[in-house]
């Protein structure tokens, strides 16, 4: 597969050259074909069933022309055996049709519900999986609009479209060997309906595939625009982007009524079209074997058998159109999930990991070089050793380097060249398990899923007992509040803090960085303001954080803000453009006369 198609790169565009499309296709097709191979058994048996129910369908007119022909004239000479088995041959294949089409249906209801399960889950798991560099280029909404939108359109498709596409095709089938059985001539009139319908099939399928691709592109857009708000309702508040958000929206909105206007309209003439030349047939049918019935060449028993097997030959191509469409729909929604899931994560588990149960918490960074993607030089050349225990205080202006140090050491992205060790291993060769036990990253944003305080604080270490959550919240001088809350540790916290202070969201994230006890503890400072008494808490948890509980005291590098941080810090490296310009103590920095020198008298003008 071309690199235009690898993925999600390339999935806004609707009109794929031909070879790109077909690449994409396979890789829809095999998708499609890893979800139906655990289920293949019911599969199968869905299929039989679909053929049987069919073939029982299409026995109807035979069985009359029959009845018509030869069953009334022996009763007319007496004999009523013909009429009563016809009779009882019709009845049999009425209620078997009913049952397999009973059978088929739920079976395939248990089918397509099996592997949209099975999908739904692949899609979380694996986009989960996917490294923060997908994550912070694929939007969340985005995300959202395959989870929902593309599972809905499969889940129209597998729930009924298939099996009404394929009990369709083979009625038509079981229909045409039927009408070449009884009539052969009739029989070729049908097929030849079959080379205009194949032009118009045609005609239909390349121009909808688009409009069903540009349908799926615009309504991720819708939705990624509708979630985008949503998350960031207060900004959105705060800046009184309401208006210029609707009106986008409402372009949005109208984009996805022109596109499914334009796949209906397309509908409008295939759906007809299809009808037209049906009925077209039928009377050709009709007309042409109307003058062999008079001529003797025909039986009316057989006519009227060729009629209404004429008629019901047709009857499911409007239904099949209809399918056709979510069909095409679903296609769209398959080439979109089967890219995301053909997305690889950049930062890997290692194939032979290192174990490293306790580590004692030093890193090592030598010449390391990193660049997001293939954009700039972020870090050019860094060779920095923190010894196991030192709290190091990373300062710097904005876009310095600061934040995406700390991603390095957390190993949300690997480095461009050079390593990064933790006690000399290096991070891209440490079991996962034991990189997240020994590394911890506290974010600004101290995310609170929901659940309650303590499941919040457990995160840290899961099987921690309620003594050791709430030492944790102790430690970090998070208890007190938390017991002021209305249910204590068991008060649920609302998506993005609820209840919770913004000042209170962070003791309760430092807690839990507590209790998970790493070797090395990153921190990255909220530069939010808070309220005098809730910094000082937050300054105070922090303090104790960082003393730790054990006699040893874990590495920490701390993303700070605060000169209070900075001033109980063992050692504070300035960051500038990627690189350390300032490496000393505070005092020593401070006498230094440098970087350091000048933000520290600012700070100090500025009272924080
Ligand atoms: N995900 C990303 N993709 C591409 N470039 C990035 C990404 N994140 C950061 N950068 C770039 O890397 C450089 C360093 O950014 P970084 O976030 O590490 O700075 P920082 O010192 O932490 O800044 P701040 O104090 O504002 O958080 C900046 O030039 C920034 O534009």
């Not at 679909?50 to 069953?71: C, E, K, M």
């Not at 068991?490 to 993005?496: C, E, I, S």
Request: some cysteine.
């Amino acid at each position: 597969m071309s690199t235009a198609t690898f993925g999600t790169a390339n999935e806004d565009n609707a009109h794929l050259s031909r070879s790109d499309s077909r690449a994409v296709r396979r890789r829809s097709l095999a998708l499609l074909g890893s979800l139906i191979r655990p289920v293949r058994v019911r599969f199968w048996l869905t299929i039989a069933m679909v053929v049987l129910s069919q073939a029982t369908r299409v026995a109807g007119p035979a069985l009359i022309a029959f009845g018509i022909d030869h069953a009334l004239p022996a009763l007319r000479s007496g004999d009523n055996f013909p009429l009563v088995l016809t009779g009882a041959a019709y009845l049999l294949a009425a209620i078997a049709t009913a049952g397999l089409t009973a059978l088929y249906v739920t079976s395939t209801a248990r089918l397509s519900q099996a592997m949209l399960l099975d999908l739904r889950v692949r899609v979380f798991r694996h986009t989960q999986r996917l490294s923060l560099e997908f994550h912070e280029k694929y939007t969340s909404g985005r995300i959202i609009a395959r989870q929902t939108s593309d599972l809905e359109a499969l889940r129209e498709l597998l729930d009924s479209g298939v099996s009404s596409l394929a009990s369709g095709i083979l009625f038509m089938a079981f229909t045409a060997v039927t009408i070449f059985a009884l009539d052969w001539r009739s029989g070729l009139l049908v097929l030849a309906a079959g080379v205009p319908m194949f032009f118009l099939s045609r005609w239909y399928q390349k121009r909808s595939q688009i409009a069903f691709r540009e349908s799926r592109v615009v309504s991720a857009r819708l939705i990624v625009h509708f979630v985008e708000t949503m998350t960031g309702i207060r900004a959105v508040k705060a800046f009184r982007k309401e208006k210029e958000n609707s009106e986008r929206y409402g372009k949005l909105a109208e984009d996805y009524r022109l596109v499914t206007v334009r796949s209906i309209n397309l509908n409008g003439i295939f759906q007809p079209g299809l009808v037209l030349i049906g009925n077209v047939c039928v009377a050709l049918v009709l007309l042409f074997g109307g003058f062999r019935v008079l001529g003797g060449d025909l039986a009316i028993g057989v006519l009227l058998a060729l009629i209404l097997s004429t008629k019901r030959f047709f009857q499911p191509v409007d239904q099949m159109a209809m399918f056709y469409n979510s069909f095409q729909s679903a296609q769209a929604a398959l080439e979109k999930v089967s890219g995301l899931l053909e997305e690889v994560p950049t930062v890997r588990p290692p194939k032979n990991p290192v174990a490293l149960p306790t580590a004692t918490g030093r890193i090592d960074f030598n010449g390391v070089e990193f660049r997001y993607g293939d954009g700039p030089l972020v870090v050019p050349r860094l060779n920095l050793h923190i010894p196991a225990g030192q709290t190091v205080a990373l300062v710097g202006q904005t876009g310095a380097g600061k934040s995406t140090l700390a991603k390095l050491i957390a190993r949300f992205y690997d480095v461009t060249s050079g390593t990064l060790t933790l006690d000399g291993v290096d991070l891209r060769d440490l079991a996962t398990s034991d990189l997240r036990r020994n590394i911890v990253m506290v974010t600004q944003e101290a995310f609170l899923f929901s659940g309650s305080v303590a499941d919040n604080i457990a995160l840290g270490r899961p099987d921690a007992s309620r003594a050791e959550i709430e030492e944790a919240a102790k430690a970090v001088g998070a208890h007190d509040f938390i017991l002021e809350l209305p249910e204590g540790y068991d008060t649920d916290v609302n998506k993005r803090g609820g209840r919770v202070s913004s000042g209170q969201r962070q003791l309760i994230s430092f807690a839990r960085a507590f209790l998970a006890r790493p070797a090395v503890l990153i921190l990255d400072e909220a530069t939010s303001s808070l309220d005098i008494p809730s910094e000082r808490l937050v300054q105070a948890g922090l303090a104790r954080l960082l003393a730790g509980t054990e006699a040893a005291r874990r590495t920490a590098l701390i993303i700070a803000h605060r000169l209070s941080t900075v001033e109980t810090a063992d050692r504070v490296l300035v960051v500038h453009d990627g690189q350390i310009v300032e490496d000393g103590t505070p005092e020593e920095l401070i006498g230094g006369g440098g970087r350091f020198a000048d933000l520290h008298g600012a700070w100090k003008d500025s009272l924080v």
